[in-house]
DNA sequence: CGCCCCTATATTGTCTACAATTTACAAAAC
DNA sequence: GTTTTGTAAATTGTAGACAATATAGGGGCG
């Protein structure tokens, strides 16, 4: 469902679960935005030592979800319309890079399997059943960053920003109007790539981005102002 | 001169100034490209514990300049063509958005402070200096990214994937016959934000880092016919 | 002779203790 | 009453010891 993560070949080490589910916590909201990260609290909480919560931190404050100041400590990342504006211009450009190098290098198979994704995800939401627009607008993007096939690209994203921008989607309880109108989009897109059109890929993908930051950005300051 | 590192407000902890060796190390070769780092052996060299090692080795990763695998180590990045590539593929994507951001945010001095840059540059390389263009070009850039004032942008570039950028550039002997082109390129690109043309400002330096790229691709598949 | 398994060694992951720095509070000076 | 300064508490940074995992080598078995 809302599978997003793809962590690692063997989340084994202890300090692996602990990122990942300290990485939920935040993306959920269970550990506020903005508040203070004590070390020895999360190391009972989580049961592991000090350590591991540690390494754990180093690599959120990798992903952008925590921000740590030397002899200070770490806080929670805050959300704000300036970090959401600039986040997705981030987004705009990378994964607009994304959609012109997988109109390049998806099989042809790949690209089938996209499409079928889309018409399962386009029958569900023609039920009005809006939450799957959430978990099915991520597997989209997902689909097209992985077939850009590059790593660096692929890390940035899903390693990097995703989780952030999960964050702002969850905790701004997404799923609004514009459901049909971003599977339009998604659709469009997906033709410029069965098309191989790669100039058009990136266009179409930066415009969906810029559509959707708009959306939130909207939303957000509605919410700001009650 | 090629200070491009801006590090920290205060560079105070251990691990900071461990990580900054460190990644000099690497980018220089005096740590060999693809070379095994051992905790042990670096935390004796660098005269700290292996914790700190470490810590300073994650913050590596997140810089891609190594590569870790859970119980079994890290080692120094690899260089190759595919991976350069990509690196620039994701250089185009960011750095076109930060120079599209530049022309719509820097300021009118900070504008009429990168034309003296430029100027300053064009007069050394006129005598030939050829070294300078290193230094200059990542200034350039550096100073451009900066304009763009979008936090996540800057960290992903200036903390994230320009030391492997220089990287590239040392271990490849950079300095070829792109001086003088690079310059008018450059010169273009300041040109588009002083008139704050946003879009051709990130028209004119994606396809400056696709330059950039080819020569530097040319370069490395030359040398491997060696 | 080649393959597999088992053991010894080395390396990484984790924990606990100690050192250094920051923060909070209170007392004293103005 | 306000500000400054010194001391105590709490938190983070660092070090070293122990546990778990991977790697290399040798011996046994097919």
Redesign the pocket.
């Known amino acids: 469902m809302g599978k997003i993560t793809l962590p690692f070949e063997q989340p ?5 679960k602990t990122f990942i589910k300290l990485r939920a916590d935040i993306v959920e909201g269970d550990l506020a935005a903005g508040q ?5 609290e999360l190391s009972t909480k989580y049961g ?5 919560v ?2 754990a931190m180093n690599r959120l404050e990798s992903s952008f979800l925590v921000e ?1 100041k ?5 806080r929670v990342a805050t959300l704000s319309v300036e970090g959401l504006i600039e986040l997705y211009q981030v987004r705009e450009s990378l994964e607009g890079m994304a959609a012109r190098l997988a109109a390049k290098n998806m099989t042809d198979k790949e690209i089938a399997d996209l499409n079928k994704l889309l018409s399962k995800h386009f029958d569900k939401v023609k039920d009005g059943e809006s939450y799957y627009q959430e978990a099915g607008d991520l597997d989209f993007h997902y689909r097209v960053i992985l077939g850009s096939k590059n790593q660096h690209l692929i890390d940035m994203l899903i390693n990097g920003i995703y989780h952030l921008v999960r964050m702002y989607r969850v905790q701004l309880g997404m799923a609004g109007p514009r459901v049909t109108t971003a599977f339009d989009e998604h659709k469009h897109i997906v033709q410029a790539i069965s098309n191989r059109d790669e100039e058009l890929a990136e266009m179409l993908m930066r415009r969906h981005i810029l559509y959707s930051k708009n959306n939130i950005e909207n939303k957000l300051i509605s919410m700001q102002s009650n």
């Not at 203070?36 to 020895?40: C, D, P, R, T």
């Open positions: 084994v080490t202890a300090a692996d203070k990260l004590s070390e020895a592991v030592s000090r350590a591991v540690r390494e740590r030397a002899n200070v400590g770490a």
